[in-house]
């Protein structure tokens, strides 16, 4: 009972995809866009005024609300997704890089 399989010409070249094969788009196995994850910290903002760190991290996350810190003050321990706080130093620039929380 052993039959031959006939083999027909083909016009597909070897490595080709046959009509079985599911098609994935190019994009496949990377990221989309430039940046699929949403920014959680602003380090290059260490420095800053505290208007000019607003205005960055608003034009980054546009819903978020922003803190300001004064030195020595004390803050609640409570992580909020919706908020950056900026923490500042004695002179009135931010201190440590602002994040979410």
């Not at 010409?9 to 940046?35: C, F």
């Amino acid at each position: 009972m052993a039959e031959k399989q006939q083999t027909e010409p083909s016009d597909k070249q070897p490595g080709e995809l046959t009509d079985s094969a599911p098609v994935l788009p190019r994009t496949y196995g990377t990221l989309l866009g430039p940046s699929t994850a949403p920014k959680m910290e602003w380090p290059e903002l260490v420095g800053l005024t505290p208007k000019e760190a607003e205005r960055k991290i608003k034009k980054d996350m546009p819903r978020v609300q922003i803190q300001v810190v004064q030195a020595n003050c004390f803050v609640t321990m409570d992580f909020n997704h919706g908020r950056v706080r900026l923490y500042l130093d004695p002179s009135g620039k931010v201190e440590r890089p602002p994040r979410i929380g």
